[in-house]
């Protein structure tokens, strides 16, 4: 397809379980980004990857967190022993490099953690 | 680091109504600013855009001006329509490409 893809678009877990999220970027992003974003609430950064350059990690909340994205293209979000606290809407964008560019926005993956 | 402050919400509109959403930012160097809308079951998708400062961006009969002497970027619109009902995110993009986003503003027109 031609936008960001998301996968799952819905994922119920246990607290305790580990879980992945997938994001597939437009071909040829080399900037790529996950977002959480609460019930009624704004967009937290997460994550941001540009190129070849490390990741800028500064907004994952905490070390049960983690991210990596594969041949600079495909990416997965890594949240282990999930919380209660973790459920949301986890969003993830790409855009080309120039700081003038939009972000394309995936559907997200709902997730819901019991 | 970079930080996006908009006006808190939920703002509640008669259609017609003149619309303001304030938004000012903090950013080292030349940000590029953003408008971002969330319409109900839909995704995030780019309103309007500005690379620098004194440009002013404009869609769907909006606009938001880029005034780097009061570092704003606030959303306009003279006469808003029942379907511009939606969550509004300002946003920058700075100078080592990472996009910050304001905390959206929830806009409902009744007709």
């Known amino acids: 397809g031609a936008g960001v893809s998301q996968s799952p678009s819905n994922k119920v877990t246990e607290k305790g379980k580990d879980v992945e999220l997938r994001c597939d970027p437009i071909?040829?992003?080399?900037?790529l980004y996950w977002y959480r974003q609460s019930l009624g609430q704004g967009l937290e950064f997460l994550i941001y990857?540009?190129?070849?350059?490390?990741?800028?990690k500064s907004g994952l909340p905490s070390d049960r967190f983690s991210a990596e994205r594969t041949g600079g293209s495909v990416s997965t979000l890594t949240i282990q022993r999930t919380q209660q606290e973790d459920s949301a809407v986890y969003l993830c964008?790409?855009?080309?490099?120039?700081?003038?560019?939009?972000?394309?926005f995936g559907s997200g993956t709902q997730l819901s953690v019991l | 680091g970079d930080s996006v402050t908009q006006m808190e919400g939920p703002v509640t509109l008669s259609e017609e109504a003149f619309l303001t959403i304030n938004c000012t930012y903090t950013?080292?160097?030349?940000?590029?600013l953003f408008w971002y809308v969330q319409y109900p079951g839909e995704g995030l998708q780019l309103l309007l855009k500005?690379?620098?400062?004194?440009d002013k961006g404009s869609n769907k009969g909006f606009e938001a001006t880029y005034r780097k002497e009061t570092t704003s970027f606030h959303l306009e619109k003279g006469s808003v329509q029942v379907s511009d009902s939606a969550v509004y995110f300002c946003?920058?993009?700075?100078?080592?490409?990472?996009?910050?986003f304001g905390d959206g503003t929830t806009l409902t027109v009744k007709p």
């Open positions: 964008a790409s855009s080309p490099g120039g700081l003038g560019e939009k972000l394309f």
């Open positions: 071909s040829g992003h080399t900037a």
């Open positions: 990857f540009q190129g070849n350059s490390a990741p800028d």
């Open positions: 950013a080292t160097g030349y940000p590029s």
């Open positions: 500005a690379t620098k400062a004194d």
């Open positions: 946003a920058l993009r700075g100078n080592a490409g990472k996009s910050t």
